[in-house]
Each structure stands twice: as C-alpha cells, then as structure tokens.
C-alpha cells in the first residue's frame, strides 16, 4: 500500500540555518503530496502541496519539489527563524478521501 | 480564521468504558475525518464523513468505532468499548471540498488504563 517516510527527528538547527527535511514516499499511482505544520498546542496546518510530477509548493519560505524519479518531496527553507519550531509532516494522497501520513519529524531551532 | 475545535484536550477512561469524542468543525465545511495518532507513530486515517454518511474507512475503523453528526455543528468520534492500544492523540478534521487541504482540531489526547 501507500506509505511515507520522512527523516528521523528530532532535528535541532540555529536561526538562520538552511533546513532540509527528506521524504520519500511508496504509491502504486499519482499521489497528490504535501507538508503539514504543527506549531505547539496547535492543530495540523497545510504548509504547501504539490499535485504532479516537477511541481514546487512554496508557502512561508518553505519549497518542497514533487520528484517523480526519485519518488521525493524534501522540504526546504533557506534560513530558519525560532518560529519555524515545530513538526512537520509529509503526506500524500492518491483520491481517496485520506491522506497516508509519514511519522512527523519535530523541529527546534535555537536563537 | 476559523479553527476546528476539538473537547475534551484530555480523556482518560478505564478499558471497557465507552467514550466520546467531539468535534466542532468550521461551519462552512462538508468532509469530515478523523485521523489517530499513537505515541511514536504515524498518523493514521481512521475515517472520512460526507453527506451524513460514511465515505471510507481504515480497517482501524471496526466495530468498536462509530461517528456521528448529531446536529448541524457537532461531529463525534465513539469508541464503544476501549482497549489499552486505543490510547493515542485523536485529530479531527475537515474541509470544504475533499482531501486536498484539511484543516485539524488541536487533538484529544486518549488514555485507556
């Protein structure tokens, strides 16, 4: 089945570092991908989508680019601030009323 | 902006009982779903409501699960008997059209002991 794999966490970075989190996902079609933010104490957000192969989502600095050959969406920011502190999430989806989550992957950046 | 409202943030019940969990989705939205989360794992679909009617489900999503939209604001989420392994952070959810952006409740952290 469908299945998302992001890097192990926790990930800890000084403001203004370049962040990079990996995903790389499993589908039998077109999945439609995606990163989810959590800020504390907050609900998931939709940070960015990409819907086919070689689009960028970008919302907030963030970029993430659907990479159909190597079945990858990395998020990317050039320079974090504290406030990009948080988990994030990749997901796909295929159509299907559902999003296939990956395990999240919590990000602290220090000032 | 409009958020998804989720209450309790906390249950904690004893195994066997029967909870409830509620959700006030943003007014305006169709989809409603509810997803879990256990501690250290991934966040799993458990079921997906259109049309006062349930549209998919996870094999999670057995017997011992059901939701229902009981007026025109509340959606729930009724685990009728809990088990230790039902302990997890439950996320409600919706949207106004399908999967493609969802908005989330801030979780109800479940506890069967």
């Known amino acids: 089945g469908d299945s998302v794999t992001q890097m192990e966490g926790p990930v800890t970075l000084s403001e203004e570092a370049f962040l990079t989190i990996n995903c790389t996902y499993t589908a039998t079609g077109y999945p439609s991908l995606f990163w989810y933010v959590q800020y504390p104490g907050e609900g998931l957000q939709l940070l960015l989508k990409a819907t086919k192969a070689d689009d960028k989502g970008s919302n907030k600095g963030f970029e993430a680019t659907y990479r159909k050959e190597t079945t990858s969406f990395h998020l990317e920011k050039g320079s974090v601030q504290v406030s990009d502190s948080a988990v994030y999430f990749c997901a796909l989806s295929e159509g299907a009323q559902k999003l296939v989550f990956g395990q999240g992957t919590r990000l602290t950046i220090n000032p | 902006e409009p958020e998804v409202t989720q209450t309790p943030s906390h249950q904690v019940t004893q195994m066997g009982q029967e909870v409830i969990l509620r959700c006030v989705p943003i007014?305006?939205?169709?989809?409603f779903y509810w997803y879990r989360q256990i501690l250290g794992q991934k966040v799993e679909f458990l079921v997906s409501?259109?049309?006062?009617?349930?549209?998919?489900k996870s094999e999670i999503f057995d017997d011992q699960f059901s939701v229902e939209r009981p007026d025109g604001s509340n959606f729930t989420l009724k685990i009728r008997s809990t088990k230790l392994e039902d302990s997890a952070m439950y996320f409600c959810?919706?949207?106004?059209?399908?999967?493609?952006?969802?908005?989330f409740g801030s979780g109800t952290q479940l506890s069967v002991l």
């Open positions: 959810a919706s949207s106004d059209w399908g999967f493609e952006k969802l908005f």
């Open positions: 007014s305006n939205h169709l989809y």
């Open positions: 409501f259109y049309n006062n009617e349930i549209s998919e």
